[in-house]
């Protein structure tokens, strides 16, 4: 298995997470951002999209995150990531995880683009959400009582804590979500979380 990733893309880092936690034997190639999106862009052989995280399997061409993270699952060491069908609480933890990745990283997206053309209505909205989802978050029972399993959406959550500050997005994100913060100082001191920490800048 080849895994294309960048260094500071969430979506990818999960995967990479999940691959180190199913044991697999694959191989990473970086890609740097700044071909992501010019024709020379290595992924466009495997991928139309050109898009990161990118799986490639031997004739086996599987993208976006979520899909990439049940392939290996499939092929991993027997560790559980996802719910099983019908399980609709943890389908909701998955997708409320998801969503707030998404917001986040749209929210960056935005952040990037010239000052006088970003839209302050579209960072508020996102601003917003985060919050709210940190909140939904820090009353789960589960990280009130630090008891989580390491599964996709528990992954997820914790990966885009720390992209969030890494990207300067919610800098007081803690205050006042006292067990969401021990829940992620845990995490964060996880092989696999440190073996894919983000870049210095």
């Known amino acids: 298995m080849k895994l294309f990733y960048s260094p500071t893309s969430p979506y990818a ?3 990479r997470i999940v691959a180190l936690e199913s044991d697999l ?11 992501l999106r010019t024709p020379d862009n290595p992924v466009l052989r495997y991928n139309c999209t050109g898009r990161i995280p990118t799986l490639v399997s031997g004739d086996t061409v599987v993208t976006e995150t979520r899909s990439i993270c049940r392939y290996m699952e499939s092929f ?3 560790n559980s990531l996802f719910s099983e069908t019908g399980d609709w609480h943890a389908e ?3 997708s409320t995880a998801i969503s707030f990745l998404d917001g986040c990283a749209l929210w960056t997206r935005e952040y990037r683009r010239n000052e006088a053309k970003q839209s302050k209505w579209l960072i508020s909205i996102e601003r917003d959400r985060a919050q709210r989802t940190l909140d939904w978050f820090s009353s789960n029972a589960n990280i009130v009582s630090g008891n989580t399993p390491w599964n996709f959406a528990y992954i997820t959550l914790a990966v885009t804590i720390d992209y969030q500050a890494y990207q300067g997005l919610i800098p007081d994100w803690a205050n006042a979500r006292s067990a969401l913060f021990r829940w992620f100082e845990v995490q964060s001191k996880r092989a696999s979380m440190e073996a894919t920490s983000l870049p210095n800048r």
Do not use: Y
């Open 25 to 35: 034997k694959c191989t990473e190639e970086c890609v740097d951002p700044n071909v």
């Open 76 to 78: 991993g060491n027997g």
């Open 13 to 15: 880092r999960i995967a």
């Open 92 to 94: 909701l933890l998955e």
